[in-house]
Nanobody, 121 residues
């Protein structure tokens, strides 16, 4: 079992930056693949970025590639999402996700409660 707690959301102007953090409780965090998803009002939840257990492979949605960066610190049981050049379309609740199993980068077993990111124009 893994418990995930996101932080770092807030209100930012277009063009600005935010860094989200996801703290995980669990002794096996370093073996988990991690990801960020987001859900905007009236829309389905969508994949944003994923990172393998050792951080050697990252994957991004096309809409954020080049602007967002996912990273992890296994010593701190934390995964990050650095968001730069933010746009109003990035406004959403951002969720952290984790899984121990291999397979699709779009399917996860554990989810956080989410943190709101609002980008004003």
């Amino acid at each position: 079992q893994v418990q995930l707690v996101e932080s770092g959301g807030g209100l930012v102007q277009a063009g600005g930056s935010l860094r989200l953090s996801c703290a995980a409780a669990g002794r096996t965090f370093s073996s988990y693949a991690m990801a960020w998803f987001r859900q905007a009002p009236g829309k389905e939840r969508e994949f944003v970025a994923a990172i393998r257990w050792n951080g050697d492979v990252t994957t991004y949605a096309g809409s954020v590639k080049g602007r967002f960066a996912i990273s992890r610190d296994n010593a701190k049981n934390t995964v990050y999402l650095q968001m730069n050049s933010l746009k109003p379309d990035d406004t959403a609740v951002y969720y952290c996700a984790a899984k121990a199993s291999v397979g699709s980068i779009y399917e996860y077993d554990y989810w956080g409660q989410g943190t709101q990111v609002t980008v004003s124009s």
